[in-house]
């Protein structure tokens, strides 16, 4: 078992999902059941799959769930730039989030190949 909650990855990911929330708060009221509520899941997925995987027994469970939440990140940065097209929000509102989801990836993939290394 992994000790999450001191991971740096997991820390920063509660933060996005924070961001999240907010930036999706000022989305239209018609998306609640659409992007609101896909980009919240998503952003929610992050942290709560680096959890499940800490609390998996092996390495081998651990990457898995690593990898789960990796494809999270690359969904929400997905659904960031729909609401761009859609002009829900503008590009610039989005820099801070996809600049954090960016190192939120490049994190997730060291501590997939650091525990693939010991697998």
């Keep these: ?70 494809g999270s990140i690359c969904e929400l940065e997905s659904q960031l730039y729909v609401s761009v097209e859609l002009e829900f929000i503008s590009f610039e509102s989005i820099e801070a989030i996809t600049s954090e989801l960016t190192e939120i990836q490049k994190m997730l993939f060291a501590l997939i190949q650091k525990f693939e290394s010991k697998a």
Excluded: D
């Design 1 to 70: 078992m992994h000790n999450y909650k001191e991971l740096n990855v997991w820390k920063r990911s509660i933060k996005l999902c924070a961001a999240v929330y907010k930036l999706t708060s000022t989305f239209p009221n018609e998306e609640r059941f659409g992007l609101i509520s896909q980009m919240r899941r998503a952003s929610v997925s992050v942290p709560s799959n680096i959890a499940e995987g800490g609390g998996r027994r092996t390495n081998n469970e651990f990457v898995h769930f690593l990898g789960i939440a990796h």
